[in-house]
C-alpha cells in the first residue's frame, strides 16, 4: 500500500543501474524543490521525496526549531523515526533497492538524513548532506554505519552553519563506522554549482 503519511513524489527509475534516491528538501521547501536537482545529479535514478511535515510559520521542515540552530530535540527524535518509518514503508511500496538507498539532503533536509544515519541507520545506504549542521550531539553507535558513505559539502562563507560543524558531524558519523569525505568550497548556504560536482561524483562511484 502506498504510505500516506507524508505528502511525496515517486518517481521510479529509468536504469536500476543508478541508486535509488530520498530527497529532503530545506526550510520553506516542498516535495517538488530537489527535483531538479536530483535530476542533474542522476538522471536514471529513482526518487522518493516526501514533504516535511512540520509548518514553521508557512514553511515546511522536517523538525521543530526553537530559533535558528536550536532544535526541538524531543522532536528530532520523534520525526526521525516517523519518517524511517515512512521511508521502509515506500521502500516496500515501490519496490525500491534499499541497499543503494541513498538521501540527498539540502539544509534542514540535511540535518534529517544525519539524523536518520544517527538513529536509524538500516534506513539508509547512503547519504549526501549539503549544508549540514550537528543536530544529535551523541556519536552514533559503534558499527552501526560500516559500509555507508557520506558527503559532507559545506560552504565557507556560510552564515548559518557555524565553521566546525561539519568536521563535527564527520566525527559523530565515523564514530559508527562510515566512510565520511568533508568537502569545503567557496559557496555560502544555497547550493552551488560545485555542489552539483561533487554529488555527481559521489553518486557515479
Ligand atoms: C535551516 O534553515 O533549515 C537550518 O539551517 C537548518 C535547520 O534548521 O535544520
Same mark, same amino acid.
Not at 523538525?63 to 540552530?69: K, M
Given at each position: ?37 536530483? *535530476? ?57 533497492? +534499499? ?8 539544509? *534542514? ?60 558531524? +564527520? ?35
Amino acid at each position: 500500500m502506498i504510505p500516506s503519511s507524508y505528502i511525496h513524489v515517486y518517481k521510479p527509475s529509468a536504469s536500476l543501474a543508478a541508486p535509488p534516491l530520498l530527497l529532503l528538501h530545506g526550510t520553506g521547501g516542498n516535495e517538488h524543490d530537489l527535483l531538479a536537482f536530483g *535530476n542533474a545529479l542522476s538522471p536514471q535514478s529513482a526518487v522518493l521525496s516526501p514533504r516535511g511535515d512540520v509548518n514553521e510559520n508557512g514553511q515546511a521542515r522536517f523538525f521543530r526549531r526553537l530559533a535558528e540552530g536550536v532544535f526541538d530535540l524531543n522532536d528530532v527524535v520523534k520525526r526521525t523515526h516517523a519518517l524511517a518509518d515512512f521511508i521502509e514503508a515506500a521502500v516496500q511500496a515501490y519496490a525500491l533497492d +534499499a541497499k543503494r538507498l541513498t538521501a540527498v539532503g539540502f539544509s *534542514n533536509g540535511a540535518n534529517m538524513a544525519a539524523c536518520l544515519l544517527l538513529l536509524r541507520p538500516e534506513v539508509l545506504a547512503h547519504a549526501v548532506l549539503f549544508r549540514p549542521m550537528v543536530v544529535l550531539k551523541e556519536p552514533a553507535k559503534p558499527a552501526s554505519l560500516v559500509g555507508k558513505r557520506v558527503l559532507i559539502s559545506s560552504g565557507e562563507r556560510d552564515p548559518i552553519v557555524p565553521a566546525d560543524h561539519p568536521e563535527r558531524l +564527520a566525527e559523530l558519523l565515523r564514530a559508527g563506522g562510515a566512510n565520511v569525505d568533508v568537502q569545503v568550497h567557496r559557496a555560502s548556504h544555497g547550493l552551488a554549482e560545485e555542489d552539483l560536482t561533487l554529488g555527481r561524483g559521489f553518486l557515479s562511484v
